[in-house]
């Protein structure tokens, strides 16, 4: 019952972040990025053009890993469905800043991948899916704090086991919102100034 839905969170984060970090890679790789960038397309929108595909497919992919949770598992859902989606929509989007920032950087899909994997794994292990982050050392809970995952770890577990309380989701989804801000802005900028 803990495992199955912190592992399809594990999992968005994986889908979120590739797709992302291989869009902008895969371009220049392939040289169709210089088509993009001679096209009458503004920066901002080629940016949008590469985070709505990502959001709609991790968004889905996550709700029917949660279905299969549910149904397939038979895993109980005690929380709010609505709070739970909107909290994955805010995770999904510091996800793809995250992935827009390593694509940004990145000449080829492999070292996307390998950008991509070398920030999940400490992601995973400092999210407090495999032990609690208030066993972790200090520096290493402050760091914990800016991983989206743990955040979004205690809401999808409350919501699937303790029917987490309104107030508690949102007090785990403002640093989300926080996350996704910084790491869209970021982002944005990043790809913007290798698209000038």
Avoid: Y
Avoid at 5 to 28: N, Q, Y
Avoid at 62 to 86: E, K, N
């Amino acid at each position: 019952w803990f495992v199955v839905p912190g592992l399809s969170a594990i999992l968005t984060t994986f889908i979120a972040m590739l797709l992302t970090a291989l869009s902008i890679a895969r371009e220049r790789e392939f040289g169709t990025f210089d088509q993009l960038l001679v096209s009458p397309c503004t920066p901002m929108e080629i940016i949008i053009a590469k985070m709505v595909p990502a959001f709609l497919i991790s968004v889905l992919l996550a709700c029917a890993m949660m279905a299969a949770a549910v149904f397939g598992f038979g895993i109980p859902f005690t929380g709010s469905f609505p709070l739970l989606l909107l909290c994955l929509m805010l995770f999904v989007l510091s996800l793809i800043g995250i992935g827009l920032m390593i694509s940004s950087f990145c000449a080829t899909q492999q070292q996307a991948i390998m950008g991509t994997f070398s920030f999940v794994v400490p992601t995973v292990l400092l999210s407090g899916f495999a032990t609690p982050v208030s066993n972790m050392p200090v520096f290493l809970q402050w760091i914990a704090e800016a991983v989206p995952l743990k955040h979004f770890l205690i809401i999808i577990h409350g919501c699937f086991l303790k029917a987490l309380p309104p107030g508690e989701i949102i007090a785990n989804a403002w640093p989300l919102l926080v996350i996704a801000v910084i790491t869209l802005g970021l982002a944005v900028r990043f790809v913007r100034s290798r698209l000038q």
